[in-house]
């Protein structure tokens, strides 16, 4: 009956959200903080599948305008998870496919995120160079997921390239964004889910840096979040 209660819920939140959304989109076309306005209607969703999410924002975070935020991707959840901390004047990198997904896909479109042929090697190596160009004509910030795709409790999966290349060809930091292990963790019939831990930490500077530097600094970026994701896991542990 609960699982019933939350998908029903779920269901007519989201036609909500993206009427709301799409109307917004309109009248805030020129906006950079469509996509922040949209994760702030989506944050308070976790609550309906039982969820408690703590949030911390690395003070250094808030001090650089202009970033590439990377973070784990675990499952569909995230999307309720990560929204308690997109920060301002920031959009997302997703597959050009995601357009076609009724709903979600509209308003993803609409709120002018950054889509791209992942698919096509030439293609994706183009859209990040068109990508850098809009990051350096308007000052946005990007969110991806370098994994590329949900990893479904399989652990941190390989990091992709194209974020880091984007951080380094725009010259700005990566600032790493990660959520404590949730795989498994919501039970649709279950009224309490738990805590999840979402960190902002501490931006990593790329000024300097070149093409040769990326398997490097693709390394340091997947040892720091698995790091950081064992210590959210920990540190929930004991609450």
């Known amino acids: 009956m609960i699982a019933l209660f939350r998908l029903v819920a779920l269901f007519f939140l989201i036609v909500l959200v993206t009427a709301g959304g799409l109307v917004m989109s309109l009248f805030l076309a020129l906006s950079k903080d469509r996509v922040y306005y949209i994760a702030k209607a989506f944050a308070p969703v976790a609550k309906l599948f039982g969820l408690r999410v703590y949030k911390h924002v690395s003070y250094k975070a808030y001090d650089v305008p202009q970033a590439v935020y ?4 675990q499952n569909n959840y995230d999307l309720f ?5 997109v920060p301002h004047s920031t959009v997302t990198v997703g597959k050009s496919t995601l357009k076609w997904i009724p709903f979600f896909g509209w ?33 946005l910030s990007i969110w991806m997921f370098p994994e590329g795709t949900r990893s479904r409790g399989r652990g941190f999966l390989p990091f992709k390239r194209g974020a880091f290349h984007a951080a380094i060809q725009s010259g700005v930091p990566i600032i790493p964004v990660v959520c404590s292990s949730t795989h498994h963790q919501v039970k649709l019939n279950r009224l309490n889910n738990g805590r999840v831990k979402v960190e902002v930490m501490d931006p990593i500077y790329t000024k300097g840096m070149t093409e ?23 540190a929930l542990n004991l609450l």
């Open 107 to 139: 308003l993803y479109w609409a709120t002018g995120n950054f889509l791209i042929h992942r698919n096509d090697r030439s293609k994706a190596i183009a859209t990040i160079a068109q990508i850098v160009e809009q990051m350096r004509d308007t000052g």
């Open 70 to 73: 990377i973070a784990n991707h």
């Open 81 to 85: 998870t990560f929204s308690h901390v």
């Open 212 to 234: 040769k530097d990326i398997p490097e600094l693709v390394a340091h970026c997947e040892a720091l979040m698995k790091a950081k994701q064992t210590e959210l896991d920990e």
